[in-house]
C-alpha cells in the first residue's frame, strides 16, 4: 500500500480504548453479518414418517410458500403464524465499524427504509 | 427506542500473496485511501500492538443496522480517531445524498479536491495502465 492520501493525511489514523462497552461510533466490532441474496431462501423440511426422521434442504423461496397449506409437518411445533415461515440466512462474524444513526438522523433512516437490500 | 440499534460498516479483506482472486484487489484499496470510489472506505492495519489487527476495504454500500448486544456482537479496543470518523461520516452523507452543509463539510470538499488532485498527478500512472 503507497504512504499517501489518507494514510498521509491522517498519521493517527486508530486509538485504543480502554474500556470496549457501551460501544461508541467508530469502534471496530465483530458483528453477525447476513450475506444479501437476492432471492430469500427458506428450509424445506420433507418428513419422510420414518421414525419421526425428517430431511432438509435450502431453497429459493415461491410464490406458493407462504399459503397455509405449505406449512411442513416437522415444522408444526414451532410458533408462527399461518402467513409466516422461517428464512434461512448465512452469516458470518465479521468485522464492522460501529457508527451511532443519531450522527446521520431520520434521513438515514429513510434511505435504508426504500432501499431495503441495503438492510 | 429506534436509537438503541446501531449502524454497521462491514469490512472485507484486501488480496494478498497467498489468498488471490476471492478477495478485494489492492488496487482498489489505492482508490479508495484517495477517496476515488463512493462507496469503499480504506482501513490500513493498526499501527500499535493490538489483540485485533483489522484491516481492509469497509463497504457503505452493504451497511446494515443491527441491536448492539452479545454474543452477536464482540467488541474489539480498536477506534477509528475522531478526525477520521468525520471523514467516514462525511463519506456516508455523500453517498445517501444527505445536502449538508457545515466546517466538517467545507474541509471534507476541500480534502477529496487535494486528493483527487495527488492522485492524477503521481498515483493514477502506477495502478491503471495507459491503454485503459
Known amino acids: 500500500m503507497i504512504q499517501s492520501g489518507l494514510l498521509e493525511i491522517f498519521e493517527v489514523f486508530y486509538e485504543k480504548l480502554e474500556k470496549v462497552w457501551p460501544i461508541k461510533s467508530g469502534q471496530f466490532c465483530y458483528v453477525v453479518t447476513p450475506y444479501l441474496n437476492k432471492i430469500p431462501q427458506i428450509l424445506e423440511v420433507t418428513n419422510f414418517k420414518l421414525g ?3 430431511e432438509g434442504r ?3 423461496v415461491r410464490s406458493n410458500d407462504f399459503l397455509p397449506d405449505s406449512f411442513p409437518e416437522p415444522l408444526k411445533h414451532f410458533k408462527f403464524s399461518l402467513t409466516e415461515r422461517p428464512l434461512f440466512m448465512k452469516a458470518k462474524k465479521r468485522p464492522v465499524i460501529v457508527i451511532s444513526p443519531t450522527y446521520l438522523g431520520y434521513d438515514l433512516l429513510t434511505f435504508l427504509l426504500i432501499n431495503q437490500e441495503n438492510i | 427506542m429506534i436509537w438503541e440499534v446501531k449502524l454497521g460498516i462491514p469490512i472485507y479483506s484486501l488480496e494478498s500473496e497467498e489468498k488471490r482472486y476471492s478477495k478485494i484487489p489492492q488496487a482498489v484499496a489505492v482508490l479508495a485511501n484517495f477517496l476515488r470510489v463512493p462507496q469503499f472506505f480504506y482501513c490500513p492495519p493498526p499501527n500499535f500492538v493490538t489483540r485485533h489487527v483489522i484491516s481492509g476495504i469497509a463497504r457503505i454500500d452493504r451497511m446494515f443496522l443491527f441491536y448492539p448486544q452479545a454474543p452477536a456482537i464482540e467488541p474489539t479496543e480498536l477506534c477509528l480517531n475522531s478526525e477520521v ?5 462525511c463519506i456516508i452523507e455523500e453517498w445517501i445524498g444527505i445536502g449538508c452543509e457545515g466546517k466538517i463539510r467545507e474541509d471534507f470538499e476541500l480534502l477529496k479536491k487535494l486528493l ?6 503521481k498515483v493514477k ?3 491503471i495502465p495507459a491503454d485503459q
Open chain 1, 52 to 54: 419421526g426422521k425428517f
Open chain 2, 125 to 127: 500512472d502506477k495502478i
Open chain 2, 85 to 89: 470518523l468525520n471523514i467516514l461520516l
Open chain 1, 58 to 60: 435450502i431453497r429459493n
Open chain 2, 116 to 121: 483527487h488532485e495527488e492522485f492524477e498527478e
